[in-house]
């Protein structure tokens, strides 16, 4: 059965937001809270139609093994109060075999990585190639993924090498030139010119051709991704504003605190490598960018947030593949 869609102007769903901003700094400062959002209230484990508060800790404790001070309110202003244990990691570590190898043509959905990190800082950073895109100004193809996936760092210089796939680790399997990256605030994102070693499509891996139109997020949108690591899989938008903190410890990255972040909630949604992915809608409109989860669970940027901080787009563009094509076709 599909789930009630609350859209973005739903009177209730807004004065939930408005709420969520004006008490989400008290209430992070319970313990072990990491994260705040507005999302559907979850009966054991099941998701409601009720929009609620929700509060994300890295472990439920019973209540009366808090001290009264530790106790969350039940409600805030008329809406309740969820609490959600969910641990929310950054994702990079084993993948798919049909993904990890060398594809002639670039498409979303497959592994790449930072070869001048991965080599020089002894990172393993893998991640996935979300999608090709285009740059605003001049129209040139590049790669789309996160930050932590082909950056991790506050300095990390353009031009460094984009690898497919990553675990080749060699300079001859280069594809792509970074360009620019945000790691914080609302976006975990990279994006990096394709370096025309090989075809590329705007094509996903197991999905189809990406839309040019994007999707803003809804709740209890259904959305499917394809990854690195979990493939294609699907789930159901239930958190459209999360400020939560993405852990890295096995990548040794610092925290990540991000703001106003998409939920998608789903068995086996994702897993270590599924980050970069984009999650799209059933007609194939990009929604959101996803950054991190704990498997049944996934935090993923608004893809619009992703479009304008980075100065990108979907589409209209050339593609060094489609102008091959043009030129080898029979002109009329």
Not at 156 to 185: F, T, Y
Not at 202 to 207: K, M, T
Request: proline residues 7%; charged residues 25%; aromatic residues 4%.
């Amino acid at each position: 059965m599909r789930r009630r869609i609350i859209p973005p102007d739903d009177p209730r769903l807004l004065r939930a937001r408005a709420t969520k901003e004006r008490h989400k700094a008290i209430l992070a400062r319970y313990a072990n809270v990491h994260g705040v959002g507005v999302g559907f209230r979850e009966v054991a484990g099941k998701p409601t139609d009720e929009i609620a508060i929700r509060v994300y800790v890295r472990k439920k404790v019973p209540k009366d093994a808090l001290a009264p001070r530790d106790v969350l309110p039940r409600e805030i202003d008329g809406f309740p109060v969820d609490v959600i244990e969910a641990r929310i990691a950054g994702q990079t570590d084993e993948a798919e075999a049909e993904r990890t190898i060398r594809h002639s043509v670039l498409k979303g959905g497959v592994s790449i990585g930072n070869l001048d990190f991965i080599v020089l800082e002894d990172k393993h950073l893998a991640g996935t190639l979300g999608s090709i895109v285009f740059d605003d100004v001049t129209g040139q193809p590049m790669l789309l993924t996160n930050w932590h996936v082909i950056c991790g760092r506050p300095d990390c210089p353009p031009g460094e090498a984009i690898i497919q796939p990553l675990e080749s680790k060699s300079i001859g399997d280069l594809v792509a030139r970074l360009a620019r990256a945000q790691g914080g605030d609302t976006i975990d994102a990279a994006v990096a010119f394709l370096s025309n070693h090989r075809f590329a499509t705007d094509e996903i891996l197991g999905l189809g051709r990406v839309s040019r139109q994007l999707r803003p997020p809804t709740l209890g949108l259904e959305v499917a991704k394809s990854g690195r690591t979990t493939g294609v899989t699907f789930g159901t938008i239930d958190d459209v504003d999360v400020d939560i903190t993405i852990t890295f410890d096995e990548a040794g990255l610092p925290d990540l605190p991000l703001k106003h972040q998409i939920q998608v909630k789903g068995d086996g949604i994702s897993d270590a490598g599924d980050s970069g992915s984009v999650f799209f809608d059933e007609q194939m409109r990009p929604v959101g960018l996803l950054t991190g989860g704990d498997g049944s669970r996934a935090i993923a940027n608004p893809i619009e947030d992703v479009a304008r901080e980075l100065r990108i787009h979907f589409g209209p563009g050339v593609l060094l593949q489609d102008e091959i094509v043009r030129l080898a076709s029979p002109h009329p």
